[in-house]
């Protein structure tokens, strides 16, 4: 089944305390996007990446590092997470960034 | 001016109306123009998309396009309790290529059974 992965789909966390969230496609997608969704400001893509070893910032890259070593996984690094990053995220793949995006389930992350 | 303006709603109809959902924009470039559904819980799926202007319908749903107007809409005929659900805007001035999606924040649907 063609799908997007991601783990895991809810952390509690503290200020300050690094954190990773996995995404995985099984798609063979050269692009791969990150996005933050909340209330009242709709889906704002944090970085995308348009193949191994080329990442680039999106909208909000502020707080969030991502890597691309292998073409199926993304992960997203907060390396001091703070309260403000307390979100929905979703990763998403595609063949195109403006094409259509498939969707990850979502990660809900509360920074404490 | 925001470059995607939806209406967050919540729009709350009763089952067997017919629903019309809309976004503006303001970037003329804009040629794509999609229509994610993401229910409770889950990340959004692709439900249609149009290129340029014109209508596309695809059962119970219809994309319409006025770019002269820029103005997008989504209608739903014989709406179900299971249509019940955010949908989002989204736009591009190309398709597969690397300018990336403009999305609106989402309409809250739902459907009274």
């Known amino acids: 089944e063609a799908q997007v992965t991601q783990n895991p789909r809810y952390l509690i966390t503290v200020t300050g305390k690094k954190l990773t969230v996995t995404c995985s496609q099984n798609?063979?997608?050269?692009?791969m996007s990150w996005y933050r969704q909340d209330p009242g400001l709709g889906l704002r893509q944090i970085y995308y990446s348009m193949n191994v070893e080329v990442t680039d910032k999106g909208d909000v890259p502020e707080g969030y590092k991502v890597s691309r070593k292998e073409k199926r996984n993304f992960p997203l690094i907060l390396e001091s997470p703070s309260p403000n990053q307390t979100s929905l995220y979703f990763c998403?793949?595609?063949?195109?960034?403006?094409?259509?995006?498939?969707f990850g389930p979502g990660t809900r992350l509360t920074v404490l | 001016q925001k470059e995607v303006e939806q209406d967050p709603g919540p729009l709350s109809v009763p089952e067997g109306a017919i629903v019309s959902l809309n976004c503006t924009y303001s970037?003329?470039?804009?040629?794509?123009f999609m229509w994610y559904r993401q229910y409770s819980r889950k990340g959004p799926e692709l439900l249609m998309y149009t290129y340029s202007s014109g209508n596309k319908e695809d059962g119970r749903f219809t994309a319409q396009v006025d770019k002269s107007s820029k103005y997008i809409s989504l209608f739903i005929r014989d709406s179900q309790p299971s249509d019940s659900a955010t949908y989002l805007c989204a736009m591009s001035p190309k398709w597969g290529g690397a300018d990336g999606l403009t999305f609106g924040k989402g309409t809250h649907l739902i459907i009274q059974p």
């Open positions: 798609m063979n997608h050269e692009y």
């Open positions: 998403a793949s595609s063949l195109g960034l403006s094409g259509e995006q498939f």
């Open positions: 970037n003329s470039a804009f040629q794509y």
